[in-house]
Each structure stands twice: as C-alpha cells, then as structure tokens.
C-alpha cells in the first residue's frame, strides 16, 4: 500500500507565493510519476503539473512559468513551488503518485487547502 501525505497548503494574499510539499511512503517503484491536481469549489479536479522519477515535467496552460514542480527521488517528495498566486488558484491541491507495473496503479493523497485572496 502507498500513503501520500501533503503539506504547505494556507492562506495568501494574491501576488504571494506558497510551496506545497508531498511524501510517499510505502511500496514504491522506482519508476514513477508524481505530481499535483487541483479542484477548485463547484468544479471538476484538473491536473497542475507533474513530474516523471528520470524529471520530465508537465504543466497546465494556467500555471506554466508560476508554478515550479520538482521531486527528491531519494526521499520520495515531489514539491510544488507557486509564485505569482492569483484568486483563481484557490482550491483543494491533491498529489498524485502512478506507477505501472502490468497495470497502473494511481494513489491520491487527502489533499490541502490553498486560498488566495484578493
């Protein structure tokens, strides 16, 4: 079984900047990716960003060049640095994990509250 807990979630005021971090524990490959999905109140969870273990990167359209993933694969965490927040990326942030192995194998963390105001 894998575990993802997050962290770093809160309050900010636009313009200010805030740094989500995730670890996961458990039975875990090597060969991964990890990353981040957002679901803002009333809406559907979209993806953010995400980050393969050998670093290759993925970013939505709405937060490329603000938002900045990256991982320690020794420790198992992947980060999310966000800068130049706006109100419109309040919402729930969950980290992700998939791993194939035959199948894929999708793990969720419980997710952590970001809000930017105005």
């Known amino acids: 079984q894998v575990q993802l807990v997050e962290s770093g979630g809160g309050l900010v005021q636009a313009g200010g900047s805030l740094r989500l971090s995730c670890s996961a524990s458990?039975?875990?490959?090597?060969?991964?990716?990890m990353g981040w999905y957002r679901q803002p109140p009333g809406k559907q969870r979209d993806l953010v960003a995400t980050?393969?273990?050998?670093?290759?990167?993925n970013y939505a359209d709405s937060v490329e060049g603000r938002f900045t993933i990256s991982r320690d694969n020794a420790k198992n965490t992947v980060y999310l640095q966000m800068n130049s927040l706006k109100p419109e990326d309040t919402a729930v942030y969950y980290c992700?994990?998939?791993?194939?192995?035959?199948?894929?194998?999708?793990?969720w963390g419980q997710g952590t509250q970001v809000t930017v105001s105005s």
């Open positions: 992700t994990l998939s791993m194939k192995v035959g199948a894929v194998y999708d793990y």
């Open positions: 980050i393969t273990s050998g670093g290759t990167t």
């Open positions: 458990g039975k875990i490959f090597r060969t991964n990716t």
